[in-house]
T-cell receptor, first 115, second 113 residues
Framework: AAGVIQSPRHLIKEKRETATLKCYPI?????VYWYQQGPGQDPQFLIS???????DKGSIPDRFSAQQFSDYHSELNMSSLELGDSALYFC???FGSGAYTGELFFGEGSRLTVL | DAKTTQPNSMESNEEEPVHLPCNHS???????IHWYRQLPSQGPEYVIH???SNVNNRMASLAIAEDRKSSTLILHRATLRDAAVYYC??????????????FGKGTLLTVNP
């Protein structure tokens, strides 16, 4: 079965550079969630989109922005990168906000390293 | 969001049952109890969820206390592949589109061969 696809899987950037992460949800899923997981930390919710509209916002820095496109894929844009942005970034998708299925499907993550 | 409390770590032997506890004394009537796990270097993975009644699926069982203030995830026969961090998460579905999962401190399960 198709899973959540994230790209790139690994990314190395310098401080103050910009990075873009992409997420392709499972077909027919209309909700996308972004999470950040620092070294030794638990996943922290950043932002979510339902039917191409922002549905919830967590601890996402102002330097970050995201959107969901007409084909339901999502992109997380990160600017003025800082060393502390080095982390694993997970995207998850669900259908209809997952309220009754209860299940979010996570991708394998994109590892961002800021030097 | 209502909070959950889990042990930092637990240890089990292969092919033995594992009971992972979770306390959620401030749970509300609209909170579903979800369990996810995260294997090393992988994204979180759904395990099971429930509201009031005990639940079983191919991966595990979920036992929910009658007052819903605690629950237990049961792995019937632990394997080495079950070694992971297990997260107990309360998910409020009372309205709106606020259905994100809020991860707290999970339980690191070690399975000994």
């Amino acid at each position: 079965a198709a899973g959540v696809i994230q790209s790139p899987r690994h990314l190395i950037k310098e401080k103050r550079e910009t990075a873009t992460l992409k997420c392709y949800p499972i077909p027919r899923h209309d909700t996308v969630y972004w999470y950040q997981q620092g070294p030794g930390q638990d996943p922290q919710f950043l932002i979510s989109f339902y039917e191409k509209m922002q549905s919830d916002k967590g601890s996402i820095p102002d330097r970050f922005s995201a959107q969901q496109f007409s084909d339901y894929h999502s992109e997380l844009n990160m600017s003025s990168l800082e060393l502390g942005d080095s982390a694993l970034y997970f995207c998850a998708s669900s259908f209809g906000s997952g309220a009754y299925t209860g299940e979010l499907f996570f991708g394998e993550g994109s590892r961002l390293t800021v030097l | 969001d209502a909070k959950t409390t889990q042990p930092n770590s637990m240890e089990s032997n292969e092919e033995e049952p594992v009971h992972l506890p979770c306390n959620h004394s401030t749970i509300s009537g609209t909170d579903y109890i979800h369990w996810y796990r995260q294997l090393p270097s992988q994204g979180p993975e759904y395990v099971i969820h429930g509201l009031t009644s005990n639940v079983n699926n191919r991966m595990a069982s979920l036992a929910i206390a009658e007052d819903r203030k605690s629950s237990t995830l049961i792995l019937h026969r632990a394997t080495l592949r079950d070694a992971a961090v297990y997260y107990c998460i309360l998910r409020d579905v009372s309205g709106g589109s606020n259905y994100k999962l809020t991860f707290g401190k999970g339980t690191l399960l070690t399975v000994n061969p």
